[in-house]
Protein backbone atom coordinates (compact mmCIF):
# COMPACT_ATOMS: atom_id res chain seq x y z
CA UNK A 1 0.00 0.00 0.00
CA UNK A 2 1.45 3.62 -1.20
CA UNK A 3 1.44 6.07 2.11
CA UNK A 4 3.44 9.29 2.50
CA UNK A 5 2.90 10.71 5.76
CA UNK A 6 4.51 14.01 6.54
CA UNK A 7 6.30 15.40 9.95
CA UNK A 8 8.44 18.55 10.56
CA UNK A 9 6.32 21.59 10.99
CA UNK A 10 5.39 23.86 13.77
CA UNK A 11 5.83 27.30 14.99
CA UNK A 12 8.79 29.64 13.84
CA UNK A 13 9.12 33.19 13.32
CA UNK A 14 9.05 35.23 10.50
CA UNK A 15 12.92 34.73 8.53
CA UNK A 16 13.30 31.03 10.31
CA UNK A 17 13.54 27.80 8.31
CA UNK A 18 11.92 24.40 9.14
CA UNK A 19 12.55 21.08 7.31
CA UNK A 20 9.42 19.04 6.37
CA UNK A 21 9.94 15.52 5.86
CA UNK A 22 7.53 13.03 4.11
CA UNK A 23 8.40 9.17 4.71
CA UNK A 24 7.20 6.86 1.91
CA UNK A 25 5.78 3.55 2.55
CA UNK A 26 4.37 0.47 0.01
CA UNK A 27 6.98 2.43 -2.19
CA UNK A 28 10.52 4.05 -3.32
CA UNK A 29 10.78 7.29 -3.79
CA UNK A 30 13.22 7.14 -6.65
CA UNK A 31 10.56 5.41 -8.84
CA UNK A 32 7.70 8.26 -7.98
CA UNK A 33 7.24 12.50 -8.60
CA UNK A 34 6.63 14.04 -5.24
CA UNK A 35 5.11 17.17 -4.56
CA UNK A 36 4.53 19.63 -2.02
CA UNK A 37 1.58 21.64 -1.41
CA UNK A 38 0.42 23.29 0.82
CA UNK A 39 -3.58 25.11 1.94
CA UNK A 40 -4.21 28.30 3.70
CA UNK A 41 -7.22 28.77 5.84
CA UNK A 42 -9.93 29.47 3.41
CA UNK A 43 -7.84 29.35 0.61
CA UNK A 44 -7.18 26.22 -1.97
CA UNK A 45 -4.23 24.10 -1.78
CA UNK A 46 -1.81 24.76 -3.80
CA UNK A 47 1.44 23.69 -5.27
CA UNK A 48 4.92 24.90 -3.55
CA UNK A 49 7.56 22.13 -5.24
CA UNK A 50 7.85 18.87 -6.63
CA UNK A 51 10.55 16.42 -7.28
CA UNK A 52 10.45 13.73 -10.58
CA UNK A 53 11.55 10.16 -10.91
CA UNK A 54 15.17 9.42 -10.41
CA UNK A 55 15.25 13.21 -9.35
CA UNK A 56 15.39 14.60 -12.41
CA UNK A 57 14.13 17.58 -12.19
CA UNK A 58 13.13 19.86 -8.97
CA UNK A 59 10.48 22.40 -9.73
CA UNK A 60 9.59 25.15 -7.18
CA UNK A 61 6.40 27.86 -7.89
CA UNK A 62 7.45 31.32 -8.13
CA UNK A 63 6.56 31.96 -4.32
CA UNK A 64 9.08 29.74 -2.46
CA UNK A 65 11.76 29.83 -5.32
CA UNK A 66 15.40 30.39 -4.27
CA UNK A 67 13.86 29.97 -0.33
CA UNK A 68 12.88 26.29 -0.62
CA UNK A 69 15.24 23.06 -1.26
CA UNK A 70 13.70 19.83 -2.14
CA UNK A 71 15.45 16.74 -2.22
CA UNK A 72 15.07 12.90 -2.18
CA UNK A 73 17.02 10.77 0.12
CA UNK A 74 16.69 7.47 -1.40
CA UNK A 75 18.50 5.03 1.27
CA UNK A 76 16.14 6.82 3.93
CA UNK A 77 13.15 6.39 1.43
CA UNK A 78 12.01 10.10 2.44
CA UNK A 79 11.67 13.85 0.77
CA UNK A 80 12.30 16.92 2.07
CA UNK A 81 11.01 20.43 1.96
CA UNK A 82 14.11 22.45 3.73
CA UNK A 83 12.34 26.09 4.16
CA UNK A 84 14.36 29.14 4.75
CA UNK A 85 13.67 33.03 5.00
CA UNK A 86 9.91 31.89 6.05
CA UNK A 87 7.16 34.58 6.00
CA UNK A 88 3.89 34.41 7.32
CA UNK A 89 2.24 33.66 3.89
CA UNK A 90 4.09 30.61 4.03
CA UNK A 91 1.88 29.33 6.72
CA UNK A 92 -0.68 27.10 6.56
CA UNK A 93 -0.90 22.88 6.24
CA UNK A 94 1.88 21.34 3.94
CA UNK A 95 0.87 18.07 2.26
CA UNK A 96 3.23 15.74 0.72
CA UNK A 97 1.93 13.70 -2.61
CA UNK A 98 3.28 10.94 -4.65
CA UNK A 99 2.18 9.53 -8.22
CA UNK A 100 4.43 6.65 -9.97
CA UNK A 101 6.50 7.30 -12.77
CA UNK A 102 8.23 7.26 -14.97
CA UNK A 103 8.15 10.57 -15.88
CA UNK A 104 9.89 13.32 -18.29
CA UNK A 105 12.78 15.85 -17.19
CA UNK A 106 9.66 18.45 -17.54
CA UNK A 107 6.52 16.47 -15.76
CA UNK A 108 6.69 18.68 -12.73
CA UNK A 109 6.60 21.73 -14.59
CA UNK A 110 3.65 20.65 -16.35
CA UNK A 111 1.96 18.45 -13.58
CA UNK A 112 1.24 21.25 -10.35
CA UNK A 113 -2.30 20.63 -9.56
CA UNK A 114 -3.68 17.91 -6.30
CA UNK A 115 -5.22 16.42 -9.46
CA UNK A 116 -2.29 15.25 -10.72
CA UNK A 117 -1.22 12.88 -7.87
CA UNK A 118 -2.78 9.78 -6.64
CA UNK A 119 -1.82 9.18 -3.09
CA UNK A 120 -1.53 11.97 -0.06
CA UNK A 121 -0.90 12.34 3.37
CA UNK A 122 -2.43 13.78 6.03
CA UNK A 123 -0.50 17.61 6.40
CA UNK A 124 1.51 19.11 8.73
CA UNK A 125 1.13 22.83 10.56
CA UNK A 126 3.25 25.32 9.58
CA UNK A 127 2.83 28.48 11.15
CA UNK A 128 4.94 31.35 10.99
CA UNK A 129 4.78 34.50 13.35
CA UNK A 130 5.55 38.12 12.43
Known amino acids: QVRVVESGGGLVQEGGSLRLSCAAS????????IGWFRQAPGKEREGVSCVSTGERSAYYEDSVKGRFTISKDVAENKVYLQMDSLTPEDSGVYYCAAERGPFSITWCQRHRTTTDFTSWGQGTQVTVSS
Open 26 to 33: GFKVEQYS
